[in-house]
């Protein structure tokens, strides 16, 4: 059973088509995030399933049914904002019990319900306290309970972390994915930041200038992109471009511009010999080394550089590197767990297995 669906919805602006031909379903009771970046056309495809939007084609179905036509109050969908638009003038209490009341419950059910959504939560007894005397990440959770309350099919958020500091987005994460799973409820996020789609998703959908590229399970998505942007936008990867020089099999030969060659596997089969293309290379897959003769007797890729800087996060430390051709390379380096110290100036070699490279044709 899908609480939500999208079938070839299109949206049109005049001339500007800003959703193309999006179709996906979404299960009962999971967490989907469609992911993308600024101006893709996913805040206008979030829209149109609230009812704030009419599309130009295509349908929305809820619990199966369509809901086209449907007032956005006559649709069992809720959605929560970035800036949560909570009523100041009213306490918390009455900011959850708004929904309901306009729905003409009576007064001990919305009491009852106010109380164990709080509860559920984790704020019980903030009823009488005002909104300007909560936390940012209190105020998120009173913001999603107010929906909750009313029982919604589908839950829509709308970047609902993006005004919060990074210690409590990292928080509010897990936290957001831990609410959905006690609600039992269908979550539909949507995000431009890839950490946020890739922590709390089941699936992600990966959408880029109105159409969606990819949709799948976050760890597909990371490790096997179909598309060059997937691949660029989904996490972080070094790109290098060059042209087809050999193709066996699923793997393929690139020579670079500057003559070096490297080694990746392929997916495409429109690829051939002396078509240009782009290949991405996790941080993480490359491996640095200053021993030549141990790199030399590996059968991986390897690319002269040198040391530029040494970018240290705790565990995401990275060492910068500067190849022959003046690019720069990220590579992941963890010296608190047995890596070699390198220095800044040091000539190093890195290299990286076949598989760990993705070729895709370069654009245009």
Partial sequence: MFDLESDKITKRFGTFTAVKDVSFEVPSGSF??????????????????????????????????????????????????????????????????????CRGENRTDIKRKVTAVLDRIGLPGVEEKHVSQLSGGQKQRVAIARCMVLEPDVLLLDE?????????????????????????????????????????????????AGRFEQIGPPEELYNAPKSAFVAGFVGDSNRFSGKVSAISGGEARITLANGQEVLAGIDDKALFLGAKVDVFVRPEAIFITRREKAAADSPQTL??????????????????????????????????????????????????????????????
């Avoid at 036509?69 to 019990?97: D, T």
């Fill in 160 to 208: 609902p972390l993006g005004a919060l500091d990074l210690k409590l987005r990292e928080h509010m994460k897990i936290e957001l994915k831990q609410l959905q799973h006690q609600f039992d409820t269908t979550f539909l996020y949507i995000t431009h930041d890839q950490s946020e789609a890739l922590v709390m998703s089941d699936n992600v959908a990966v959408m880029n």
């Fill in 32 to 101: 989907f995030s469609i992911l993308g970046p600024s101006g893709c056309g996913k805040t206008t495809l979030m829209r149109i399933i609230a009812g704030f939007e009419t599309p130009s084609e295509g349908d929305i179905r809820i619990k199966g049914k369509s809901v086209l036509g449907s007032a956005p109050n006559k649709r069992n969908v809720k959605m929560v904002f970035q800036h949560l638009a909570l009523f100041p003038m009213m306490n918390i209490g009455e900011n959850i019990a708004y929904g309901l009341k």
């Fill in 303 to 364: 690319l002269k550089g040198v040391v530029d800087s040494l970018l240290f996060n705790g565990a995401n430390s990275r060492v910068l590197v500067r190849l022959e051709d003046s690019s720069l390379v990220e590579v992941d380096h963890r010296i608190g767990q047995g890596e070699d110290r390198f220095n800044k100036g040091e000539a190093v070699l890195l290299g990286w297995e076949m598989h760990a490279g993705q070729c895709f044709a370069a654009k245009g």
